[in-house]
């Protein structure tokens, strides 16, 4: 099978590897309460969308994309963009019920929109092979938010400490923060049209 890989896609390999990496060490930083782990999270999530800008570029410069190709950049995307962002949050400190719920919905609408754009990227090309627009926020602007948790974890802002606090609804805690989360997640699934460059 590794015969069969074009050369994007070890780009792509190691955008997953990064995004992999990134949920290993939110999990570290909950055992060890170490909020350097938290940093070292959000960097590998930064350096797996670097992975992944170059995947597509290297695939375009040597005309060497595939369904296969694509099918692995999905799959990296989930791991990397949605999963680890996810991870990050909840080691931060988005623990309550609600928080939770949040994360999980964030991560479904990432998988959705891949689902989508996959399902219609041959539609969307116009048999050209190259899409004019994508439909919904790609997932990997969920970085946006990783780079928001790493100054949060950087100033100390985690835990306890983190920014606009906690409420409770109906006995279950939600932090406000959490709803960058919701929003993303909704941008991702829904109609918006970005020009693809």
Known sequence: MIREFHFADWFTLGNSACGTASVMASMAALATGDAGRL???????????????????VARWRQKASPFGRELDSLADVISFGVAPAALGYACGLRGLLDQIV??????????RLARYNITADELSGGSGKVAY????PIPTSSVLVALLAIAAWTGAIGDRIWLGAIEIGGATLH???LLYALSGSLMISRI?????
């Open 103 to 112: 994360l999980v919905y964030f991560v479904a609408c990432g998988v959705s």
């Open 39 to 57: 940093i070292a999270a959000s960097l590998l999530i930064l350096a797996a969308l670097v992975f992944d800008v170059l995947d597509g570029r």
């Open 176 to 178: 406000p923060l959490a």
């Open 134 to 137: 994508f439909e919904g926020t």
């Open 193 to 197: 049209r970005i020009p693809k460059p």
